[in-house]
């Protein structure tokens, strides 16, 4: 009877370690997913660099809040729908990381762009500047 208790804690813990592993990839996406998943409808994509950072490239379509400001996450509260995906990036992924994480803790369904903008574009996948 120990032995059953044990063999199904030790179970228990494999498939939530499992299910842990594959969350953690599926929030990340490679540039390609990135690109592939924003081509879908209603995603919203929150661009979380400096504005100077984003008047000189961005991705089409994107919205700009600053991580840093003071007011980011009632900005995403106001110009976000909980409702729609968000997929959200920075420079080389670390602020949008963080960002996610904001996000996440108050209701958002979010994908991070995994290495950032600088990424993508060594993906050579389009830019916008204007």
């Not at 976000?80 to 992924?93: E, F, I, M, Q, T």
Request: a positive charge; proline letters at 3%; charged letters at 25%.
């Amino acid at each position: 009877m120990k032995n059953k208790i044990i063999a199904t804690i030790l179970a228990l813990v494999g498939v939530s370690t499992t299910h842990a592993q594959s969350e953690v990839y599926q929030f990340n996406l490679s540039p390609e997913q990135f690109a592939k998943y924003i081509k879908s409808e209603n995603i919203q994509i929150l661009d979380v660099r400096t504005p100077d950072e984003f008047f000189e490239s961005h991705l089409k379509g994107a919205v700009n809040i600053n991580i840093y400001d003071e007011d980011f996450e009632s900005r995403v509260k106001a110009e976000l729908s909980k409702y729609l995906p968000v997929a959200v990036y920075c420079r080389s992924g670390k602020r949008s990381a963080e960002a996610a994480k904001i996000l996440k803790s108050i209701g958002f369904n979010v994908k991070n762009l995994d290495g950032g903008i600088i990424s993508w574009k060594k993906s050579n996948l389009p830019i916008a500047t204007e």
